[in-house]
Nanobody, 122 residues
């Protein structure tokens, strides 16, 4: 499966963004989907996950209450709605797909998008 992330940009602190990740090439509905992010000079960290049936979601503590992950299997797309952006949210955001069990660990994911840059100005 190929993943294409989009929706990043330059936003003022307190603003909102919706990131999208469009999948092609395989049965999207069978994948657990997640978002990770990588800030400048830092490692890639888990942000949010949504299960293949869409019933369960999970978030990093740092984003709970501000980030919402969702999916539209008819459009083969997963979204990340972000509100009340903070300077520390500045990062490249990556979407990832897992064909089996997955959680917070990078190597549990089989496919990765190219990333979309979110820059938050204070």
């Amino acid at each position: 499966v190929q993943l294409q992330a989009s929706g990043g940009g330059l936003v003022q602190a307190g603003g909102s963004l919706r990131l999208s990740c469009a999948a092609s090439g395989s049965s999207f509905s069978r994948f657990n989907m997640a978002w990770f992010r990588q800030a400048p000079g830092e490692g890639r960290e888990f942000v949010a996950i949504i299960t293949r049936n869409g019933r369960s979601t999970g978030y990093a503590d740092s984003v709970k209450g501000r980030f919402t992950i969702s999916r539209d299997d008819a459009k083969n797309t997963v979204y990340l709605q972000i509100v009340n952006l903070k300077a520390e949210d500045t990062a490249v955001y990556y979407c990832a797909a897992a064909d089996g069990y997955s959680g917070l660990v990078l190597n549990q994911y089989d496919y990765w998008g190219q990333g979309t840059l979110v820059t938050v100005s204070s």
